[in-house]
């Protein structure tokens, strides 16, 4: 598979403390048809700022219709048969596996949606400050779960984490 430097940035990030527990607990407290964080836009929220990236209402809305049917019909389902109660350890291994891979085509799509050549592509991999980088992860994290009907605090886990990790 190509490489995606969103891909790894995601992976390293995931990996840090709390952060995983955070990003759970954001998806499955809203887990709700219409309504659920999806963890691999908080996680471009993250990457996209710390590229100097600040993202707009209609970029969320453009971003959620270009991974739409992608989540809805191979990510979900997915999930769903991994979290059926009764199913061997070996068939949730297998169905994480397919997840994985699934997540991994969907942060993809959201990569190339970010390399087109309309968006953004005089700031991209422009050198920023830390104090530039909080507040630009900030913004996109809090512009995405308010569009979700969800607060979250400002210094949270997943935005910590960011920032510290664009500095490692």
């Not at 991974?67 to 059926?84: A, E, Y």
């Not at 970010?114 to 050198?127: T, V």
Request: charged share 25%; with cysteine; hydrophobic share 35%.
């Amino acid at each position: 598979m190509p490489s995606n430097p969103f891909w790894e940035y995601s992976l390293k990030l995931y990996e840090l403390p709390h952060v995983a527990e955070f990003c759970l607990g954001l998806q499955d407290a809203i887990n709700k048809p219409g309504n659920a964080a999806n963890i691999n836009l908080l996680l471009f929220c993250c990457w996209a700022g710390s590229k100097g990236l600040v993202l707009t209402k209609d970029d969320f809305d453009d971003l959620e219709s270009t991974i739409g049917d992608w989540h809805t019909n191979t990510v979900l389902p997915l999930r769903s048969q991994r979290r059926v109660i009764g199913i061997s350890d070996q068939q949730k291994q297998n169905l994480l596996t397919q997840e994985l891979a699934a997540e991994r085509t969907e942060q993809d799509i959201l990569f190339r949606w970010l390399e087109h050549p309309h968006r953004y592509s005089e700031k991209r991999d422009k050198p920023y400050d830390q104090e530039t980088i909080f507040l630009n992860i900030q913004h996109n994290l809090i512009s995405y779960c308010e569009g979700l009907s969800l607060r979250i605090a400002t210094d949270n886990p997943l935005l910590s984490a960011a920032v510290k990790h664009h500095t490692l």
